[in-house]
């Protein structure tokens, strides 16, 4: 069977960024010198706008790379077996001789990112991650810093809610429960929030027994079960309720039985 080659112009008329650029110098060259000119101008304009694109997709196209190889490495093994510096030495998946050489390998990686790509979508995960990490190594002032970054991002939306989640179980863990009880009930009335609203039910429960409010906290799991569906976060929310039904029930200590 035969083929058809394609000219170079035919090929880059399928580009509609091209094909508005051959249509400015055709209207240019047909309108006088004037408005040549400033056809001229804003051809040179489009092509700025169109090699720029195309320069930030393959900026973004490396970062999301790296991006990943971190996250491969953070998400890795530990093994007794494992070579250090040579994370593939032993198969596909990245594997590393104790959990601190794992996540200093992922930092490393997540670091690189956001000082190569600091404006691109995957310079956000990256510095999402990079908090994860510093939690994971103890390094809990940096790990906020990190993390708050993100909170506050306006490249990804999805990553800032993370951050807010991550941030909101370390101020519980951290005895900061009004911090995390607002962070988790500003995410719940959020509705561009789009992380399970079941989850953020039983932090915020938690939260809200650490303030002493149990009540509260049995009013907002029991209204999670009855909103939510079945599934594994149900079983989570069914759980807690039940903990802090028991934990309710149990007369206090001192009191005479």
């Known amino acids: 069977m035969g083929t058809t080659k394609l000219t170079r112009k035919e090929i880059l008329s399928e580009n509609p960024i091209h094909d508005g650029i ?6 240019s060259r047909s309108q006088g010198k004037l408005i040549g000119a400033m056809g001229a101008a804003v051809l040179v304009i489009a092509a700025g706008v169109y090699f720029g694109m195309q320069y930030l997709e393959r900026r973004d196209a490396a970062a999301q790379v790296q991006l ?42 997540f670091a690189a990112v956001v000082k190569a790509y600091g404006s691109s979508k995957p310079a956000v995960f990256a510095r999402y991650y990079l908090g994860l990490c510093q939690l994971r190594m103890g390094q809990r002032e940096e790990a906020v810093k990190t993390l708050e970054w993100v909170r506050h991002n306006t490249k990804d939306r999805t990553a800032g809610y993370l951050a807010k989640k991550v941030l ?14 607002d962070i988790l009930e500003g995410m719940i ?21 650490a303030l002493g409010s149990h009540e509260e906290a049995l009013r907002i ?3 999670a079960r009855d909103e939510g569906k079945a599934g594994s976060l149900m079983s989570l929310v069914t759980q807690e309720l039940e903990r802090l039904e028991a934990a309710a029930a149990m007369p206090p200590m001192g009191a005479k039985q």
Request: aromatic share 8%; proline share 6%.
């Open 168 to 181: 909101a179980v370390h101020y519980l863990d951290a005895g900061n429960a009004k911090e995390s009880r």
């Open 68 to 109: 990943n190889r971190g996250m491969e490495f953070y998400h890795g093994l530990v093994s007794s077996e494992a070579q250090p510096g040579e994370p593939y030495a032993k198969g596909l998946q990245a594997s590393f001789p104790s959990e601190e050489a794992k996540y200093e390998a992922a930092s490393a990686e």
């Open 221 to 223: 799991l029991r209204e």
């Open 22 to 27: 051959l249509k400015i110098v055709g209207f």
């Open 189 to 209: 009335r959020d509705p561009q929030c789009d992380l399970p609203k079941e989850a953020l039910k039983v932090d915020l429960a938690r939260a809200q027994t």
